[in-house]
């Protein structure tokens, strides 16, 4: 929910991965979908998109005035441009004809103590326009985030989920994510509760090998 990397790297991708690869191309051939990685004058696209998906998730949730300082704090386009050009994050767009629908960030943050230590890397939010739910979109910008996480040389991806998201936990599930734990996430004054789940995505050599 809360280093740019490019190029091929060698490292394996397990077959599950493939499949989901192969999966997702193939769904999002209903609509022409690009994923590409964001830049500073998609900010405000994002901001926008960013601030409303948020909202309408967890506005029931949330008291109004705790909701208001953070979106405006965290959703604000000099903000999201300074995260784009940060070397510990990376921003990804889902693009259409009629401009931005969807996006992930993809960031190093502290790893909590029910995430394996080798899995440095969040998911901390993908987010898409409910017009294009279920076309294929949320599950493109997922594999190009776990391709970027491979490619950098990480053995899996974590992030956080509200827990009463019974759509989205299903969505990561169906995608190799497990729950490994739990823990309350403050917006403002508000702790909400989210459950932590993590994917492995590649396995690795072992070098004493």
């Not at 190029?7 to 192969?22: A, C, L, N, P, Q």
């Not at 405000?44 to 979106?71: C, N, Q």
């Not at 767009?93 to 029910?114: D, F, H, N, R, W």
């Amino acid at each position: 929910m809360n280093q740019k990397m490019t190029g091929t790297s060698g490292i394996s991708i397990g077959s599950k991965h493939e499949k989901f690869i192969i999966a997702a191309m193939l769904r999002s051939c209903a609509i022409n979908t690009t994923v590409r990685q964001a830049k500073t004058s998609d900010a405000e696209a994002i901001s926008h998109l960013g601030g409303i998906t948020f909202a309408s998730a967890y506005g029931a949730i949330v008291r109004p005035e705790d909701m208001a300082g953070y979106v405006a704090d965290i959703f604000t386009p000099w903000r999201i441009s300074e995260e784009i050009e940060a070397s510990d994050s990376v921003y990804l767009i889902a693009e259409t004809e009629s401009g931005i629908v969807g996006y992930a960030k993809l960031a190093m943050t502290e790893t909590p103590e029910m995430v394996p230590a080798d899995y440095p890397m969040e998911l901390v939010r993908l987010y898409l326009d409910h017009r294009y739910y279920g076309r294929g979109i949320g599950e493109k910008l997922l594999s190009e985030i776990c391709s970027r996480v491979v490619e950098a040389g990480h053995r899996g991806l974590w992030l956080r989920v509200w827990q009463k998201n019974e759509g989205a936990i299903r969505f990561y599930r169906r995608h190799g994510f497990e729950i490994v734990g739990s823990q309350p996430y403050f917006i403002g004054k508000t702790p909400n509760p989210v459950v932590l789940m993590c994917a492995e995505l590649a396995a690795h050599d072992d070098p004493s090998e």
